[in-house]
């Protein structure tokens, strides 16, 4: 079975910290994927990353960067300079690579970047 | 393109009513399915399908049915409402197997907010 955990629930931070949201997963598959999504407070799901398990190379997207350790099974994802327009939940999940669609979500990070 | 189109968007019934949640793709994604988002609880999967007549069950099925006739639609059908169906509910899509065309995860639509009094 497949389980994505977000220990933080919550997380406040004032504008222009630097905040990491953490994830952690399980998985008995040697190959599989990782995501990141935004629900900003209009609703939609908005797609940020995906990662695959045989690249643990980090990534960085202008002020988002994601570290992968299969070692640990985390893929956390850190903000940096954080923006009011960052204030969303945040969702990781996880799913196979072959054979199985689904999704494996996170229950989320609700973040909160504070004026 | 449209992407994944969602109706209605917001949806009050009464318990005991049946209703059919509407969603359709036109990326020509094989794989489509249902899920709901309920506060603390992340999102669910219900239904899923990897193509035109086949779906299958997700973890929380109960009190809910769907049919894939076509790959373009997905409906989600409540056969009679309870106020535990109270939620917000997403219809994905996306392609199956892997290779470059899956680079963009699943496509989501923009829900529904459906609550049962």
């Known amino acids: 079975a497949q389980k994505v955990t977000q220990a933080q629930t919550e997380i406040s931070v004032v504008e222009k910290e630097d905040v990491t949201l953490d994830c952690v997963y399980e998985t008995r598959d040697t190959t599989y994927y990782l995501f990141w999504y935004k629900q900003p407070p209009s609703g939609e799901l908005v797609f940020l990353i995906r990662r695959n398990s045989f690249d643990e190379q980090n990534e960085i997207s202008g002020r988002y960067s994601w570290n992968f350790q299969k070692s640990t099974s985390s893929f956390n994802f850190t903000i940096t300079a954080s923006q009011v327009v960052d204030s969303a939940v945040y969702f990781c999940a996880l799913r196979r690579k072959q054979g199985n669609e689904k999704l494996t979500f996170g229950t989320g990070t609700r973040l909160t970047i504070i004026p | ?117």
């Open chain 2, 1 to 117: 393109n449209a992407g994944v189109t969602q109706t209605p968007k917001f949806q009050v019934l009464k318990t005991g009513q049946s209703m059919t949640l509407q969603c359709a793709q036109d990326m020509n994604h094989e794989y489509m399915s249902w899920y709901r988002q309920d506060p603390g609880m992340g999102l669910r999967l219900i239904h899923y399908s990897v193509g035109a007549g086949i779906t299958d069950q997700g973890e929380v099925p109960n009190g809910y049915n769907v049919s894939r006739s076509t790959t373009e639609d997905f409906p989600l059908r409540l056969l009679s409402a309870a106020p535990s169906q109270t939620s917000v509910y997403f219809c994905a899509s996306s392609y199956t197997g892997t290779g470059n065309r899956d680079n963009y995860g699943y496509t989501f639509g923009s829900g529904t907010r459906l609550t049962v009094v």
